[in-house]
């Protein structure tokens, strides 16, 4: 059985960091188109970066492009979402998903994914 489990979430100040961790089990990495989405609330689910197991598609949202970063160690069976220069607007809570076709990559949206992380929380706030 796939399990996805996130961490790293909390409270940041504008302008700090944090890294998204994503550890996968009950499989190996290397075969998962991954994905970080976020959900604010009041506010529908959104593709923040994607990348798919052959590192071949990617997408990544154009309000965090140039902040966001994603990557993968998949000798640790790990997905990363490095987040920097934080805006309170990036407040929400974000999940890793995991799905084996590609192309949910290039379309980054959560309704191609079939693995979920229970999500972490992450607050952007002085």
């Known amino acids: 059985q796939v399990q996805l489990v996130e961490s790293g979430g909390g409270l940041v100040q504008p302008g700090g960091s944090l890294r998204l961790s994503c550890e996968i089990s009950?499989?190996?990495?290397?075969?998962?188109?991954i994905g970080w989405f976020r959900q604010a609330p009041g506010k529908a689910r959104e593709g923040v970066s994607c990348?798919?197991?052959?590192?071949?598609?990617?997408y990544t949202r154009d309000s965090v492009k140039g902040r966001f970063a994603v990557s993968r160690d998949d000798a640790r069976n790990t997905v990363y979402l490095q987040m920097n220069n934080l805006k309170p607007d990036d407040t929400a809570i974000y999940y890793c998903?995991?799905?084996?076709?590609?192309?949910?990559?290039?379309?980054?949206?959560?309704?191609?994914?079939?693995?979920w992380g229970q999500g972490t929380q992450v607050t952007v706030s002085s």
């Open positions: 990348i798919s197991y052959d590192f071949t598609r990617a």
């Open positions: 009950g499989t190996t990495l290397d075969y998962y188109t």
């Open positions: 998903a995991a799905d084996t076709w590609g192309e949910a990559a290039t379309y980054c949206d959560g309704v191609y994914f079939n693995h």
